[in-house]
């Protein structure tokens, strides 16, 4: 090891050491040295949402004293409140970890020098123009880098370009005299947080850890194996940024192919849920990606854009890439259409059309709405002079781009919908006031083709 830093933080309640899925690994201390804790804290986790919030209730459940951050006092309040998004497990562990004394929650970023280590989850989005827009992350960066003192260990997971770790940290880390793996450690590992997903516990899904010094990865794997089975060890932090990079966007290109196999299917007459089906009974050599409305939330909408706009800094042509996310782009504008169609065949218009949409999240059992397809498909159906409603029991409200508020309709069956488009299916959702009598467009695939039920 470098300088006068041990392998990482020592928590109070530790796991046994972290099975390391990459051989290499062995060029690294085997051991950890022993100090008696100088922090107030183990952990400080900056940005409390559908990452952080399990981030931190995953670290508290190892039994580390955990510090949440958050800009947001509302934020706050809602998680004080256990009132957040959460998935039924880490609902349990947050009911435990508001109980906790070594659980705090702080609007205070001063206090982030109070932590043996700060684990930055903030959302990385793209504009309009479908440009990184880096304000979130380069803000949280430097009030990091302003608290940072010596013997801490940084810690970036938000999915970003390859390189943000060395420009956004390790550089104004060393302007300050604070050099990574000499005084300070400093590691990328990649969020593997899945919203309304309950199947995986955090502790069984592996994790990509790569440091800018070998002594940081070192640091990053102690941390993170205090609550992660399966550790990955990669050469360096770009290497893990490629990595989330690399996962999104091979998501983002199978999904626009499943959405274009959706589309020729349409025109053969065929299921396409039939066929995908029947393709992946194939053992080897497959993986089933089912087509939708569009992509939302924060990873698949965004992140192979991060990817793209460095290639085109390097002149590098991704056309690949480049025609998935256009065609994902493109999806809601497709659902629009397949509407008009619908209601042309019925001698209807779309213009002061009754369009009931049942389900707004970007994907089922979640309260997110961060990029969700409905949004941009309830716009356009009122540019278009549709009369139009929502159903979703996870939704209240819904703010439209233009300022535009609608709300939840709790009485769906009285909006006696012209077409109802089913958009997000949850499972809780209660879809038996459907009357067979009305048209219905299903972009989510899953009910049955029949007279009046369409498939995108």
């Not at 435990?96 to 702080?106: M, S, V």
């Not at 299921?271 to 080897?284: F, L, N, Q, R, W």
């Not at 709300?407 to 499972?427: R, V, W, Y």
Request: glycine content about 6%; aromatic content about 6%.
């Amino acid at each position: 090891m470098t300088g006068n830093l041990v392998a990482g933080p020592q928590l109070s309640n530790r796991h046994s050491a972290p099975k390391l899925l990459d051989s290499s690994t062995t060029l690294f201390d085997t051991a950890l040295e022993q100090q008696e804790p100088a922090f107030e804290f183990d952990v400080a986790i900056v940005g409390m949402g559908y990452v952080g919030l399990p981030t931190a209730l995953a670290f508290t459940a190892a039994g580390a004293r955990v510090l949440g951050v958050d800009a947001s006092p509302v934020r706050l309040d809602v998680i004080r409140s256990g009132r957040a998004d959460l998935v039924t497990s880490d609902r349990e562990r947050l009911t435990q970890a508001l109980a906790d004394p070594y659980f705090e929650l702080t609007t205070d970023s001063a206090r982030l020098s109070q932590a043996a280590a700060v684990i930055i989850c903030v959302p990385t989005p793209v504009d309009a123009y479908l440009v990184p827009d880096l304000a979130i992350l380069s803000s949280a960066c430097e009030t990091v880098v302003e608290q940072a003192v010596s013997g801490q260990l940084l810690l970036l997971t938000s999915t970003t370009y390859v390189g943000t770790t060395r420009d956004l940290l390790a550089t104004p880390l060393a302007r300050r005299g604070l050099i990574p793996g000499s005084n300070i450690h400093l590691a990328f590992s990649p969020e593997r947080i899945n919203p309304g997903a309950d199947n995986f516990a955090h502790e069984d899904v592996p994790r990509v850890v790569g440091g800018i010094t070998k002594s940081c990865t070192t640091a990053a794997v102690a941390l993170i194996g205090t609550y992660t089975r399966s550790i990955h060890v990669v050469s360096s932090a770009d290497a893990a940024e490629m990595t989330k990079l690399v996962e999104n966007t091979f998501r983002a290109v199978n999904i626009g192919l499943a959405n274009e196999f959706a589309d020729m299917s349409h025109s053969l007459d065929l299921d396409v849920m039939e066929v995908i089906g029947a393709a992946a009974t194939k053992p080897y050599g497959f993986m089933a990606f089912t087509p939708g409305p569009g992509v939302g939330g924060h990873c698949i909408p965004c992140d192979p854009h991060y990817l793209l706009w460095q290639m085109r800094k390097l002149r590098l042509s991704t056309p690949v890439i480049e025609q998935a996310m256009n065609a994902i782009a493109a999806r809601p504008g497709k659902v629009v259409d397949r509407i008009r169609k619908i209601l042309s065949d019925r001698d209807m218009g779309l213009h002061s059309a009754r369009i009931l949409v049942v389900g707004v999240a970007y994907k089922p059992d979640v309260e997110d709405l961060r990029e969700s397809p409905a949004l941009e498909i309830l716009s356009s159906l009122m540019d278009e002079g549709a009369v139009v409603a929502y159903h979703d029991h996870l939704i209240p409200t819904v703010r439209l781009g233009d300022g535009t508020m609608l709300e939840h309709d709790a009485e769906p069956d009285a909006f006696q919908a012209d077409l109802i488009l089913l958009h997000t299916a949850h499972s809780a959702a209660d879809v038996t006031w459907i009357s067979p009598e009305v048209p219905v467009l299903d972009s989510t695939f899953r009910l049955p083709l029949g007279s009046n039920i369409y498939h995108l």
